[in-house]
């Protein structure tokens, strides 16, 4: 799908409060960023921000940070950040950047938690070590997850789910828990919040696959 380039998009970002402009610079030092010692959760590939807004909202007691590579996809995030709904929020900052530098940004450790929502699948087999579920990522992230740091991953896509099962165990992590159906999952459904695509994908009657892995 290609993306609408909206012309203030970067203007807006570059001056907005909740964006981090030199986020390798922050490496090792996030908890001083939201200057407290609360665990650091990360969305990678956030979108437009529904999910990891009104998480940042239910839990105060954790600090966010939403990952996009796509200016004109972010702006519609920090859009909804300044309504009144999420404007008072202080556990919550935004960066521009490629999922793939990650360990730049992040020191060894410091993040508790990763979120994937409905990522790219990369249908074509050539691309498969761009998936945000293979083993070049897992890699990535056991490189700044704390030690039995997680991931959750959800997708409306059974193809790259079941990929992201066998990667997994290929990667030699923990696999804590999996559905193929959601919302119809008492325990792993308790304290969903929905995505946009979520909740498309779901009022068409598609069922909603997710997993959490653990670090070893």
Request: hydrophobic fraction near 35%.
């Amino acid at each position: 799908m290609r993306l609408r380039n909206i012309p203030r998009a970067e203007g807006t970002i570059r001056l907005h409060r909740a964006v981090i402009q030199r986020p390798e610079a922050q490496k090792g030092s996030w908890k001083q960023v939201f200057g407290n010692k609360n665990p650091i959760y990360i969305e990678i590939g956030m979108g437009k921000g529904q999910f990891i807004l009104e998480m940042a909202r239910r839990h105060p007691e954790v600090n966010f940070v939403g990952i996009e590579r796509y200016s004109s996809v972010l702006l519609r995030a920090i859009e909804k950040f300044d309504t009144e709904e999420f404007q008072s929020l202080e556990n919550i900052r935004f960066i521009c950047m490629d999922a793939r530098n990650v360990e730049d940004v992040f020191a060894p450790q410091e993040v508790e938690k990763i979120y994937l929502n409905f990522s790219d699948p990369w249908p074509k087999a050539r691309h498969a070590k761009r998936r945000l579920t293979s083993v070049e990522f897992l890699r990535r992230y056991e490189g700044i997850l704390a030690d039995k740091g997680k991931v959750e991953f959800k997708t409306d896509n059974t193809q790259l789910f079941n990929f992201s099962l066998e990667q997994v165990k290929e990667a030699e992590w923990l696999l804590v828990r999996y559905t193929y159906d959601l919302h119809h999952n008492e325990e792993m459904s308790r304290g969903n919040v929905m995505t946009e695509y979520e909740e498309k994908f779901s009022a068409k009657g598609n069922p909603i696959n997710k997993l959490i892995a653990m670090k070893k």
